[in-house]
């Protein structure tokens, strides 16, 4: 694995791993072939790895939208981004865009990548939602200076894509192991199955991850073991994922949530780290 400088997530997205990057590590094999991160999400654990193979995956388009264009086309990225302004009435015109998909549709994949920075560098804490239709709902954030034009992060993201072996897909998560190899390792951060009713921060697509999806992953990972193919999974310490994966060797970690409606529940919770192998 190559060790790409200034290689950092690009957007802040909920259930990010830079903190818990120390604690991942410590169970990630010493070898891997191809790596296989059916929710990419912002890619905490991919940068740090920075697999010289490997195969990307979310169920969000302008998510992955958003890395194709970083893949081929960083300057043209670049160039849009330096057209947002950071004003409370802008945002809101921006925001819209997704209202009328008339219009939406005639945006290119540039100026849509573009829109989800600006996006995600100005709302409010950082958070990326949309409604069941699909439309982005969180509010202004006014924040003095944001990062809205980070080139730096953009030009190393796409060094690292063109002299590495990576696959990018928007695929449901199954389907994006179809053709998984023997040697292969997967990570596995789904959304989390909430602790609280309050706390349940799934919509980052219009379908949400419900239980029943829940159960679903569970039955790939046995797939996956079945085929005698290493997995590690991300989740909530709850009840209900302890006891989906009371079969696996299941390790108990704290999380330090930045991201949460409510500021005085935002700290330290438990989570849990999942995997099938020693």
Request: hydrophobic share 40%; aromatic share 12%.
């Amino acid at each position: 694995m190559k060790n790409h400088k200034g290689l950092n997530p690009l957007l802040k997205w909920a259930g990010g791993k830079r903190q818990l990057w120390p604690e991942i590590e410590k169970h990630v094999p010493t070898s891997i072939h191809t790596y296989y991160e059916p929710f990419m999400g912002g890619g905490a654990v991919f940068f740090k790895l920075q697999p010289q193979r490997a195969v990307i995956n979310d169920a969000n388009v302008e998510l992955i939208n958003l890395y194709q264009v970083i893949q081929s086309s960083p300057e043209l990225l670049i160039e849009d981004l330096r057209q947002h302004k950071n004003q409370s009435d802008y945002f809101y015109q921006v925001r819209s865009l997704d209202r009328t998909p008339e219009e939406y549709q005639h945006l290119t994949a540039v100026q849509r990548a573009s829109r989800l920075i600006f996006l995600n560098r100005t709302c409010y804490n950082g958070l990326f939602r949309v409604n069941r239709a699909g439309q982005f709902n969180v509010p202004f954030g006014r924040y003095k200076n944001p990062n809205i034009v980070n080139e730096d992060s953009i030009r190393a993201i796409h060094a690292y894509f063109i002299s590495n072996d990576i696959q990018i897909l928007n695929q449901d998560f199954a389907q994006a192991l179809n053709s998984i190899a023997d040697d292969a390792f997967v990570y596995f951060d789904p959304p989390y199955d909430p602790v609280s009713m309050s706390s349940n921060f799934t919509s980052y697509t219009q379908t949400g991850f419900e239980q029943a999806e829940q159960i679903r992953l569970k039955a790939v990972c046995d797939e996956l073991t079945q085929w005698g193919i290493k997995f590690l999974l991300s989740n909530s310490a709850t009840a209900f994922i302890l006891d989906l994966y009371k079969d696996y060797q299941v390790i108990e970690i704290m999380a330090k949530r930045a991201i949460n409606s409510n500021a005085q529940q935002r700290g330290a919770v438990k989570e849990v780290l999942v995997k099938n192998y020693a």
